[in-house]
């Protein structure tokens, strides 16, 4: 089963693909591992002269699997820490792309899906788009995807939604900083492709080195954030209150703090 899909046109601009529609592309163990191993690959393809993020269905990402959570719960320590550096990893490996990484955010992200939007140098949504940090509605933390989400919002920006679960539309995340700008579903092709269309008459060396620079000067995500991250995350897998929000989902029920 495919679950990303990679296309390359002749100009060089490659298309990087969630193809788990019927799950709304939440992102499973094996949707991150190949995920990760597209985004390394295409990092070392000198042919590439950018890349769109983009996804099927009817949702860009619903975030992380849910079945895939609760399964760490019967993790030990170690395994969990390796499973929550998962997501890490992978969105490291989009962060760090030489090429520009445009978003074409066709529908809903939710949790993991806003950390995609995050890693993104531009992401354009399609007007009416709901976004949110839907973890601690589960007892969990936005953890993995924080260092990246602050990097993209800034700290006072994220305060607004980053701890409450609330959702937000599409014109509020172009405010919040994690859209660029917002267009009818109609002209969401059009606005992706005058979004790359000026890199392909740049040097690609100068782009990769200027995309370099710039997360220089601003301040990288750096391993040390990461590793925190990852930390806390596994840390809030053992917690009381993420095995009873995540057992509330599954059995379509309030949790017991609501």
């Not at 990760?36 to 769109?52: I, M, P, Q, T, W």
């Not at 009817?58 to 550096?85: H, I, N, V, Y």
Request: proline share 3%; with cysteine; glycine share 10%.
């Amino acid at each position: 089963m495919t679950l990303i899909r990679t296309d390359v046109d002749a100009r060089g601009v490659a298309t990087l693909t969630l193809a788990r529609a019927d799950k709304h592309n939440a992102l499973s163990a094996e949707m991150m591992t190949a995920l990760e191993k597209a985004a390394r690959d295409l990092a070392e393809d000198g042919s590439v002269r950018a890349v769109v993020l983009a996804a099927e269905g009817k949702t860009f990402c619903a975030g992380g699997d849910l079945a895939w959570m609760r399964a760490q719960f019967d993790m030990d320590p170690d395994t969990r820490r390796t499973e929550s550096r998962r997501i890490a990893t992978m969105l490291g490996a989009l962060y760090d792309l030489p090429q520009p990484l445009i978003g074409r955010v066709h529908g809903n992200a939710f949790g993991g899906g806003v950390g995609l939007v995050s890693v993104c140098d531009v992401a354009i949504g399609v007007d009416g788009t709901k976004l949110g940090f839907t973890e601690t509605r589960l007892g969990l933390i936005p953890a993995n995807i924080g260092p990246y989400v602050i990097a993209r919002m800034g700290g006072t920006r994220a305060s607004e939604v980053f701890m409450s679960a609330r959702l937000f539309d599409a014109a509020e995340a172009v405010r919040l900083n994690l859209l660029s700008r917002t267009v009818d579903a109609g002209d969401l092709d059009a606005a992706v492709e005058a979004e790359v269309l000026p890199y392909l008459s740049c040097a690609p060396g100068a782009v990769a080195e200027a995309k370099a620079l710039m997360r220089d000067l601003t301040g990288r995500v750096t391993e040390a954030q990461i590793d925190m991250a990852i930390d806390a995350l596994a840390r809030r897998w053992q917690s009381d209150e993420a095995r009873e929000g995540v057992g509330a989902f599954f059995d379509k029920r309030k949790p017991d703090w609501q």
